[in-house]
């Protein structure tokens, strides 16, 4: 075969596997997406990227969207029978999408002040804001989660992936997070699709809010939509490594769930969680 047979092979298999979708949101477009939305969100600390203005860099940001938006929901157009209706409705979630900016900036704020009040070796909100991880998670999250809220498929996961892929943090899109929300030393985080997280609540390195089964139908098949992950209320505090898992798992508000620990089942308001304290043996005497 030369390469051009390869190719079409290639092309008609992939086809074949993958029913025939031929449209996609650009990976590219995800981080022109990303950087244009956190320039929009944070006109002081991020430059625009190709743009001159504000006011042009929000036309380009909705400008890219709408043509992903577009993208990631061409299957259902085909099915439809119509691109027209298709880039109107994305058109249509983009503009909502960028109403939103002044929301999403108030609460990307609010997060920064948390992380402020929550961390002594913060200097102040400049060094967060230009160097934690956390909160370029939590801004990619909070601007995908809008887009599931509009319904928008593919995309926001692919965005909250591109974060994931710099940070280290996997905020699903899906999942609820409240507001003033601090992750310091984000690396390594989980937060699965079905999690509600309350406000001011604050997570460190290695924290999982994960599945703890995974149900099925009777013939075998996963579920899916079905709460999976815990919720966790407002005024906790997940310390580091702590594992926390299951859908009818509730962290009641104002607890402290310790580094190393593992929550399959429901713990009070104002709980205390602890992995067993270390044991010291001495080996010798010291002289
Ligand atoms: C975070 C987590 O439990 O992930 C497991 C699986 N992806 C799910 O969503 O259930």
């Known amino acids: 075969m030369n390469s051009q047979q390869i190719a079409a092979h290639l092309m008609q298999n992939s086809c074949r596997m993958f029913k025939g979708r031929t449209c996609h949101p650009e990976p590219e477009a995800i981080r022109e997406i990303v950087l244009h939305a956190r320039a929009a969100l944070l006109p002081n600390y991020f430059e625009p990227q190709v743009t001159e203005t504000h006011a042009q860099t929000i036309d380009r940001l909705h400008q890219v969207l709408t043509e992903q938006i577009h993208r990631a929901s061409y299957q259902e157009c085909i099915h439809k029978g119509g691109t027209e209706e298709t880039r109107r ?7 909502a999408f960028v109403e939103q900016l002044p929301l999403l900036q108030d609460m990307l704020y609010e997060d920064v002040m948390e992380t402020l009040q929550g961390d002594p070796a913060a200097t102040g909100p400049d060094e967060i804001i230009l160097t934690y991880p956390g909160i370029l998670a939590l801004g990619v999250y909070r601007a995908a989660h809008e887009l599931v809220k509009l ?3 593919l995309l926001p996961r692919m965005m909250t992936e591109y974060a994931h892929r710099l940070t280290g943090v996997d905020l699903h899109p899906g999942a609820t997070i409240g507001r003033s929300i601090m992750i310091d030393h984000g690396t390594g985080i989980v937060v699965g699709e079905t999690a ?11 924290v999982t809010l994960g599945a703890l089964y995974f149900p099925k139908d009777e013939q075998g098949m996963m579920l899916r939509e079905v709460k999976r992950h815990p919720t966790v209320e407002d005024y906790v505090i997940l310390y580091s490594n702590s594992t926390v898992l299951g859908g009818e798992t509730v962290i009641g508000h104002h607890s402290v769930i310790g580094s190393n620990t593992w929550v399959t089942r429901s713990v009070p308001p104002y709980s205390k969680v602890t992995y067993e304290t270390e044991s010291v043996v001495r080996t010798r005497e010291a002289h």
């Open 89 to 95: 409705t994305a058109a249509q979630k983009s503009t």
């Open 151 to 153: 319904g928008v498929p």
């Open 196 to 206: 509600v997280v309350g406000n001011h609540v604050k997570i460190y390195q290695g």
